[in-house]
Structures are given as structure tokens and as C-alpha cells.
């Protein structure tokens, strides 16, 4: 199995900045995917940002020059570095990773979700 633990979210002002953190652990073999998804109050789940093995990035319009993907291959974590914060990035942000165990299974697991609220 394959566990994921997010940190970092809370209540900032607009403006702020947040740095989310999600650590993977378990019967890792290799990695693809690491994502960075969320879901506001009455929408559907959005991808916000995506990093590939080769380092290759890709965010949604919305986060463009404001977001930062990076992973840490050693430590199977990925990270979301979040400045210049506005009320509408208030969400629950919910970070994906997909991947191969050691048995040579594929899988994809989700974090708990933490919430980042930006308000004054």
C-alpha cells in the first residue's frame, strides 16, 4: 500500500504565501505522476499543477507565476509553494501521486486534503 500525509494548509491574508508539502510512503517502486488537485466549496476537483519525472511542469491558467511544483525524488514528496494568495484559491488541496509498487502493480493514491483558507 501506498500513503500519502499532506501539511502545510491554514488561514492566510491576500497576498500571503503557503508552502504545501504531501510525503509518500510504502511499497514504492517508482514514481510518475505527482500532482497537485483541489476543490472548492460547490465546485468539481481541479488539477492545479503536475510535475513529470523529467522535471517538466504544467499548471492550470489560474495559478500561472503565482504557483511553484517541485518534488523530492529522494524522499518521495512534492510540494506546492503557493504566493501572491487570493480568496479564490480558498480550497481543500488534495495532492495525487501514481506510480509502480514493488510488486510491479500500478497505483495511484490520494492525500487527506488540507484546507487553505485566504481571507482578511
Known amino acids: 500500500q501506498v500513503h500519502l500525509v499532506e501539511s502545510g494548509g491554514g488561514l492566510v491574508e491576500p497576498g500571503g504565501s503557503l508552502r504545501l508539502s504531501c510525503a509518500a510512503s510504502?511499497?514504492?517502486?517508482?514514481?510518475?505522476?505527482m500532482d497537485w488537485h483541489r476543490q472548492a466549496p460547490g465546485k468539481q476537483r481541479e488539477l492545479v499543477a503536475t510535475?513529470?519525472?523529467?522535471?517538466?511542469?504544467h499548471y492550470a491558467d489560474s495559478v500561472k507565476g503565482r504557483f511553484t511544483i517541485s518534488r523530492d525524488n529522494a524522499n518521495n514528496t512534492v510540494y506546492l509553494q503557493m504566493n501572491s494568495l487570493k480568496p479564490d484559491d480558498t480550497a481543500v488541496y488534495y495532492c495525487?501521486?501514481?506510480?509502480?509498487?514493488?510488486w510491479g502493480t500500478g497505483f495511484g493514491s490520494w492525500g487527506q486534503g488540507t484546507q487553505v483558507t485566504v481571507s482578511s
Open positions: 495525487f501521486v501514481g506510480g509502480q509498487t514493488d
Open positions: 510504502g511499497t514504492i517502486f517508482s514514481i510518475t505522476a
Open positions: 510535475i513529470k519525472n523529467d522535471g517538466n511542469t
